[in-house]
Nanobody, 121 residues
Framework: QVQLAESGGGLVQPGGSLRLSCAAS????????MGWYRQAPGKQRELVAT???????NYADYVKGRFTISRDNVKKTVYLQMNSLKLEDTAVYYC???????????????WGKGTLVTVSS
């Protein structure tokens, strides 16, 4: 079974840093785009950042210059380094990947269960 598992969330003070990780597992033929989304209480899920298999990154304006997305294709893992965290960054962060599982006909979207990031003093 193909799945994504996030780790690294927690409580951090404003201005602090956290690093999220998301590892893909299962019978995977290939992984296309990977990314991070977040959902704050009472709000819709929104894009944080995405990264292609070749390493091209895309960021939402509200995290540019503070967050960095990266991936390790060998480890099938995507990371999100979050610096200069703000109160409004508090949310559940979800990992996403478009993956081609062995035995299927093409890429499908997969989501992790989410990891909570709380920014509070």
């Amino acid at each position: 079974q193909v799945q994504l598992a996030e780790s690294g969330g927690g409580l951090v003070q404003p201005g602090g840093s956290l690093r999220l990780s998301c590892a893909a597992s299962g019978s995977i033929f290939s992984i296309n785009v990977m990314g991070w989304y977040r959902q704050a209480p009472g709000k819709q899920r929104e894009l944080v950042a995405t990264i292609t298999r070749g390493g091209s990154a895309n960021y939402a304006d509200y995290v540019k210059g503070r967050f960095t997305i990266s991936r390790d294709n060998v480890k099938k893992t995507v990371y999100l380094q979050m610096n200069s965290l703000k109160l409004e960054d508090t949310a559940v962060y979800y990992c996403h990947a478009n993956m081609w599982a062995v035995g299927t006909s093409g890429g499908m979207d997969y989501w992790g269960k989410g990891t909570l990031v709380t920014v509070s003093s």
